[in-house]
């Protein structure tokens, strides 16, 4: 079982940074791939970016390739979303996410464990 807490999110004008956190508790969280999604008003629940166990590997959605990194501390138990030069299509709720198996997926049917959602408000 993983517990998943997100933190971070806020109100923003664009062009700004911000970081989202994810505190993880549970023993697997070393061995699952990890993930955020975003879910903006109106729209589906989509994939943002994904990390192996390892940290070595890692994938982004298009819109966010080159402006959000994302990251993760196996001795912490946390993940992060580093969001640089936000736009305000990146206005969403923001959710941390887990899944059995350290291989990332783009999928969110894929993930097992997902944090209640942190508000990330961006204005023109």
């Known amino acids: 079982q993983v517990q998943l807490v997100e933190s971070g999110g806020g109100l923003v004008q664009a062009g700004d940074s911000l970081r989202l956190s994810c505190a993880a508790s549970?023993?697997?969280?070393?061995?699952?791939?990890m993930a955020w999604f975003r879910q903006g008003p109106g729209k589906e629940r989509e994939f943002v970016a994904t990390i192996n166990w390892s940290g070595r590997s890692t994938e982004y959605t298009d819109s966010v390739e080159g402006r959000f990194t994302i990251a993760r501390d196996n001795a912490k138990n946390t993940v992060s979303l580093q969001m640089n030069s936000l736009k305000p299509e990146d206005t969403a709720v923001y959710y941390c996410?887990?899944?059995?198996?350290?291989?990332?997926?783009?999928?969110?049917?894929?993930?097992?464990?997902w944090g209640q959602g942190t508000r990330v408000t961006v204005s023109s």
């Open positions: 996410a887990a899944k059995a198996g350290g291989i990332t997926s783009r999928s969110r049917w894929s993930y097992d464990y």
């Open positions: 549970g023993r697997t969280f070393s061995s699952s791939a």
